[in-house]
Structures are given as C-alpha cells and as structure tokens.
Nanobody
C-alpha cells in the first residue's frame, strides 16, 4: 500500500516555473515506477511524465518534452516534477501515481493515486 500526497501547485505567469512534489508513505516506494498525470477541465486525464523505480529511465509526453523534468529521491520517498517555460495550456490538476517497477503510460495501469494539486498558468 502506498499513499501519495502532492504539493507545489499554484498560479504562475506564462513562461514561469513551478516544482511539484509527491511524498509517498510506505517502505516499498523504491519498488514502484512513478508517473505524473494531469487533467484539464472537460478533458481526459493524460500522462505527462514517468520515472522508473531506480530513476534510470524517464519518459515524457511530447507536449512537455524539453520543458518538464521528472526526478525522484528514494531516500526521501519523493518524486518531483520541475516545470519550466509554462504555458496556459499546461493549466490542469496534476496527479502523481504509482505503478509496477517500469514506466507505463495508460492511467489504468497505475494502482495508487494522490489527490492532485492545481496548476494554473496565466497568459
């Protein structure tokens, strides 16, 4: 069992940066790959970025590649999403989620979810 709590969301101007954090409970955190998803109003929840259990492999949606960076600190049971050059279309609720040891993109493959944190980017 893993419990996830996101933080770091907020309101930022276009071109700005935010860093999201996801703190996990449980000693098995290091055995899970982690993903960040987002859901804008009226849209499906979509994969944003993922990182393998060791941090050795990362994956990004094309829409955020080169702007967002996912990382993890297994000693702190925390995964991060550094978001730079933010755009209004990045506005959404951002969720972290845990899955098996390797990153997958379908949201139904993820077993545990946080409650989400709102990111709003003004134009």
């Amino acid at each position: 069992q893993v419990q996830l709590v996101e933080s770091g969301g907020g309101l930022v101007e276009g071109g700005g940066s935010l860093r999201l954090s996801c703190a996990a409970s449980g000693r098995t955190f290091r055995s899970y790959a982690m993903g960040w998803f987002r859901q804008a109003p009226g849209k499906e929840r979509e994969f944003v970025a993922g990182i393998s259990w060791s941090g050795g492999s990362t994956y990004y949606a094309d829409s955020v590649k080169g702007r967002f960076t996912i990382s993890r600190d297994n000693a702190k049971n925390t995964v991060y999403l550094q978001m730079n050059s933010l755009k209004p279309e990045d506005t959404a609720v951002y969720y972290c989620a845990a899955t098996g040891p390797w990153v997958v993109t379908p949201k139904w493959e993820y077993d545990y979810w946080g409650q989400g944190t709102q990111v709003t980017v003004s134009s």
